[in-house]
C-alpha cells in the first residue's frame, strides 16, 4: 500500500465475504502517519450515484489555488471505495459513480454540477478499493480497473 500511495497507483481488492479486504484497508488506514496522508472511505451500494461521490470526495479536499483542490500540500489522500461493483448498472451497461472514478483518475478533474462550463482540477488523490465478485455486478468496467493493481 505505501508503495502504491508514493507511486500515486490505485490497488483493488478482490475476494469473497469475509476475507478481510476491508479490514486490510482500515488497518493500513489506522497505520498513516497523518502528517503523510488523509484517509477518506464511502461505502458503495445500489444507490450510489455518481453525485453522491462527487459530493463526498469535494468534501475530503480543499482548495490549494484557483481551480485546484486537494489534501494540504505535501500530503496525499487516499480515498477507499467499499463494494466498488454494488452500483446499479444502467441502460448503457456502465454505473455511474465508477465511470466519475474513471474521470478523476485519466483527467483529473470534475465538473461543477451547477455550471457544467467549470472544472475542478483534483490532485494528490489515490484510490483504493475493494469488490466481492459474487455479489452486485460481476464486474468493474475495465477502461477503470486497468489503473488498479
Keep these: 500500500m505505501n508503495l502504491h500511495r508514493v507511486k500515486k497507483k490505485g490497488v483493488l481488492y478482490i475476494g469473497i465475504a469475509g476475507t478481510g479486504k476491508t479490514t486490510i484497508i482500515n488497518n493500513y488506514f489506522s497505520s498513516l502517519d497523518p502528517e503523510v496522508a488523509n484517509t477518506a472511505s464511502i461505502n458503495f451500494n445500489s444507490y450510489t450515484d455518481s453525485k453522491t461521490l462527487q459530493l463526498v470526495i469535494q ?23 467499499d463494494d466498488v461493483n454494488m452500483p446499479k448498472v444502467d441502460n ?58
Aim: with cysteine.
Design 92 to 149: 448503457f451497461g456502465t454505473q455511474a459513480p465508477i465511470c466519475l472514478v474513471r474521470q478523476i483518475i485519466d483527467y483529473g478533474l470534475v465538473f461543477n454540477r451547477e455550471h457544467l462550463e467549470e472544472q475542478w482540477t483534483l490532485l494528490d488523490i489515490v484510490f483504493a478499493a475493494c469488490m466481492n465478485p459474487k455479489s452486485g455486478s460481476f464486474a468493474v468496467d475495465l477502461r477503470m480497473s486497468r489503473h488498479f493493481t
Design 59 to 81: 468534501g475530503n479536499v480543499e482548495k490549494r489555488m484557483g481551480k485546484f483542490y486537494g489534501p494540504p500540500p505535501g500530503k496525499k489522500l487516499i480515498f477507499f471505495m
